[in-house]
């Protein structure tokens, strides 16, 4: 006897497997992620930005002459045409980073010869383009917005260093920019989630990558998604103190709220992530000679842990956004770059996962992802409503 086809509808996808990747894999069992066969903690104990984006743009770790090949081809990419900052005067001071961000990609096609060139050595110059100049697009946004000048990008910082740079004007301490690039290293991938795979399946019908980048930037933006850590720090400024988390996540978990940045679709222990941003919230706090907000974090998480546990007797850890808040926060970085700041990141994995979907890399595939569903809305009988003109039409 055939087997039932396993029930795939109204699940949001979750355990369905759409395609293979050699990029990555999140296994949410052991909490482990891997980037190219990689572990996440060994490449954020000892690896760079700059060093990922190429193990997963290029399949390996490169050796000293072709990272620094790869920085140089950077380098020159940082800068975004004059218009952008044209516009961004005229652009509502009220506008969202990430509204910002979306639009300003979509419109970096004109400026590409290359747009809609889809050879794969394109894309790779495509995608270093894009890696290059998000953070030179969210550290301008933040300075016009504030009123002040943008700034050229500094070719002697790292990618972490020059976003800081770009952004408040003077050169991180080393010790700020290393956490900033370990941050960087921890948001660059993290296989087929939604974003992912909205950028995925806008490859998948051919369009250039600038869309696909875009679509990822949108379904980045929402709370359940990259928009997380920022409500991670609306809800930390909310409590205030460590002696009122209690009281504050109960409430919250008994009215059927959630507790951002806790809670993972894949992962069902802790998001190794949020382990490496936890020691890095303690040193940074530590120098800074303020652990409010680490020991406000905690105690969030230590409530959100017992809470959880007795209203619904299941365990829940902490993800990526949860830690990455007060980080970020101490860093001072405004509350709504947080998600930006994702993104500045995310771009790596996203482009390599475009390129992977574009020239099949992983597994040949159907070129389209066209998922199907069943139509439970009005049916007047087998050959459908009657139409009434309008004229005739009396009732809704
Ligand atoms: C990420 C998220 C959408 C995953 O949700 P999911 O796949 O439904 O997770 P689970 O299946 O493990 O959820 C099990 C239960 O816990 C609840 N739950 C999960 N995360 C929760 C949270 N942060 N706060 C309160 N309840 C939560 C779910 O609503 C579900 O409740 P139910 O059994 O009554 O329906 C969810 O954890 C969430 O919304 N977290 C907060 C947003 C966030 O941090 N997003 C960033 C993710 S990296």
């Known amino acids: ?70 920085k140089s081809e950077l380098l020159p990419e940082r800068e975004i045409p004059r ?6 005067r005229e652009t509502p001071k009220s506008t969202h980073p990430m509204d910002v961000l979306q639009t300003s990609i979509a419109f970096l096609a004109s400026f590409d010869p290359e747009a809609r060139v889809e050879t794969r050595e394109a894309n790779h110059r495509k995608a270093n383009r894009l890696t ?49 690039d370990v941050c960087l290293v921890l948001h660059a991938e993290h296989s087929f ?18 869309a696909g980048i875009a679509a990822a930037l949108g379904a980045l933006s929402g709370e359940l998604h990259g928009g ?34 806790m809670g993972h679709a894949v992962y069902h222990t802790e998001d190794p992530r949020a382990t490496v941003l936890r020691g890095i919230c303690g040193e940074l706090a530590g120098r800074l000679g303020n652990s409010r907000w680490c ?4 105690a969030v998480e230590t409530a959100t842990k017992e ?24 860093m001072g970085i405004p509350r709504d770059l947080f998600t930006p700041v994702f993104a500045i990141s995310r771009i790596a994995g996203w482009a390599a996962h475009i390129i992977e979907e574009k020239f099949a890399e992983a597994q040949p595939k159907p070129e389209l ?13 087998p050959e459908a409503c009657a139409y009434i003109p309008l004229e005739r039409r009396t009732t809704a």
């Open 1 to 70: 006897m055939k087997e039932a086809a396993p029930e795939t509808k109204n699940i949001g996808l979750r355990g369905i497997k759409v395609a293979d990747t050699r990029i990555s894999d999140v296994n949410g069992e052991k909490g482990a992620l891997i980037y190219r066969g990689y572990n996440i903690a060994d490449l954020a104990l000892q690896s760079t930005y700059e060093e990922v984006a190429f193990l997963l743009l290029n399949d390996h770790l490169p050796v000293k002459e072709e990272l620094a090949k790869f």
């Open 83 to 88: 218009v952008f900052i044209d516009v961004m």
């Open 132 to 180: 290059a100049k998000l953070p030179t697009i969210v550290a301008a946004w933040d300075r016009i917005r504030n009123g002040l000048e943008p700034l050229t990008p500094d070719p002697k910082l790292n990618h972490a260093g020059n976003f800081l740079y770009m952004l408040k004007g003077n050169p991180p301490d080393p010790a700020t920019a290393r956490d900033f």
């Open 193 to 210: 989630n939604a974003s992912t795979f909205a950028g995925r399946e806008v490859a998948s019908t051919h369009a250039h990558m600038y």
């Open 228 to 261: 997380a850590n920022s409500e991670v720090m609306g809800m930390l400024l909310d409590i205030g103190e460590p002696g009122r988390a209690k009281a504050w996540v109960s409430e919250k978990l008994r009215k059927g709220g959630k507790i951002m940045g």
């Open 295 to 298: 020991e406000l974090a905690k």
């Open 307 to 330: 809470e959880f546990r007795s209203l619904k007797g299941k365990e829940i850890y902490p993800n990526v956004d949860f830690f990455s808040a007060p980080v970020y926060h101490m």
């Open 369 to 381: 992802y066209r998922p199907d569903s069943d139509y439970v809305g009005t049916y007047c009988g």
